[in-house]
């Protein structure tokens, strides 16, 4: 059974920064593209960044310049380093993979969220 964990979330203060993990465990055949979303209260789920397995990264124009996203294909994990955070980045953070398993295909998986809190 395929399953992504998180870690990494937690409180800080405006300007500081976090680091997100997310690693997928299970047996996999390959993992696609993975990316970090993130849901504010009363507000839709959002993508944040993501990254290929090529490392090609895209990011949403809110985190340009203060969010990296990176991966590790051999340990199957990807990281979100946040930094300059803002009150505004606030919410539940969402790891997210492509994932291709033998018995079913290529299908997209969800961790169970991490909170950050940011404080003014």
């Known amino acids: 059974q395929v399953q992504l964990v998180e870690s990494g979330g937690g409180l800080v203060q405006a300007g500081g920064s976090l680091r997100l993990s997310c690693t997928v465990s299970?047996?996999?055949?390959?993992?696609?593209?993975m990316a970090w979303y993130r849901q504010a209260p009363g507000k839709q789920r959002d993508k944040v960044a993501s990254i290929t397995r090529g490392d090609s990264t895209n990011y949403a124009d809110s985190v340009k310049g203060r969010f990296i996203i990176s991966r590790d294909n051999a340990k199957k994990t990807v990281t979100l380093q946040m930094s300059s955070l803002k009150p505004e980045d606030t919410a539940v953070y969402y790891c997210?993979?492509?994932?291709?398993?033998?018995?079913?295909?290529?299908?997209?998986?969800w961790g169970q969220g991490t909170q950050v809190t940011v404080s003014s």
């Open positions: 997210n993979a492509e994932i291709a398993t033998f018995l079913t295909g290529l299908n997209t998986y």
């Open positions: 299970g047996r996999t055949m390959t993992v696609q593209t």
